[in-house]
């Protein structure tokens, strides 16, 4: 919903305007045939002030969100999933403006499977529902946030796999981090391998939570070979996360009777890091 509002310099009705003229006129003694008050026309310059001076700005358009629309699409989203739901998005008519759709995903109690199906169909049926980092940031914090559901996270990955192959610039490293950190807690080691090799793709650089995600994950599953093979990828990239963290990962390789990249890990964070090496009761 659009509403039309005038923005001015001076907010003024015609009459308001015309007062304010003749009171500044008055205060500097100007008359409308001579100049100051006493010397004849042409002894000083004409300094009339008149309403065309009192400039207007221009009229813009604010969007204000459709409150009617808004609730017969939550009662939808908040309601169980069935097959039928596409289809009575089509019946609401919506205008998706970006605001309309951030209020959608942010609102409570909505469940992330249907916020995904909704997602889905506008990017379908609704070619004037572009989408931006914020709003693909809203969703994917909005789906992975509480209890993590398996279904929801791989759907959610395809989604944004489709969104980052038309658009790279929309996808952004906290994106992919919390799908990695959704992916290891689900156990789900090689998807979270699949995320944090997609990195290049999208254009996005790896930081210390995405290399702690990836390995926490892969670490999960025993997967130590992966693991040692984005912890080399880390260690290169001189990308350490705090102490507590590199504690963690020097126990994962010691419980996966992996000793020398363990102290690998060690000797890298006494080099990078000194402050941030972990008590040795952190191994034990």
């Not at 003229?21 to 000083?44: F, H, I, M, S």
């Not at 909505?110 to 980092?133: C, D, H, M, Q, S």
């Amino acid at each position: 919903m659009w509403r039309s509002v005038v923005t001015a310099r001076a907010s003024l009705s015609t009459q308001a305007v015309q007062k304010l003229c003749a009171t500044r006129n008055q205060r500097e003694n100007l008359t409308p045939e001579y100049g100051l008050v006493g010397e004849e026309k042409g002894d000083t310059q004409m300094n009339i002030f008149s309403p065309s001076d009192v400039e207007l700005g221009e009229v813009e358009e604010v969007y204000e969100i459709d409150l009617e629309q808004l609730e017969s699409l939550l009662s939808l989203l908040q309601s169980s999933a069935d097959g039928c739901l596409e289809s009575s998005f089509d019946g609401l008519n919506l205008t998706l403006h970006p605001e309309f759709v951030i209020k959608v995903i942010e609102t409570p109690l909505v469940l992330g499977e249907n916020l995904i199906r909704f997602f889905k169909w506008a990017l379908k049926e609704k070619p004037e529902f572009g989408v931006t980092t914020h709003i693909l940031d809203a969703l994917v914090r909005a789906t992975c946030s509480g209890l993590v559901r398996k279904r929801d996270v791989y759907s959610l990955w395809d989604l944004v796999k489709e969104v980052g192959e038309k658009e790279n610039t929309v996808v952004h490293v906290e994106i992919l981090n919390e799908l990695i950190s959704s992916f290891s807690k689900l156990g789900k080691g090689k998807a979270a391998l699949e995320v944090f090799n997609k990195f290049g793709d999208f254009g996005c650089v790896p930081n210390a939570d995405t290399y702690y995600f990836t390995i926490e994950a892969l670490c999960r599953r025993s997967i130590f070979g992966w693991a040692e093979s984005v912890c080399e990828k880390m260690l290169d990239a001189g990308i350490l996360p705090d102490g507590e963290k590199v504690g963690r990962i020097i126990s994962w390789f010691c419980k996966g009777k992996k000793a020398k990249d363990a102290h690998l890990v060690y000797s890298s964070a006494a080099n990078v890091k000194p402050q941030y090496l972990p008590p040795a009761s952190v191994y034990l």
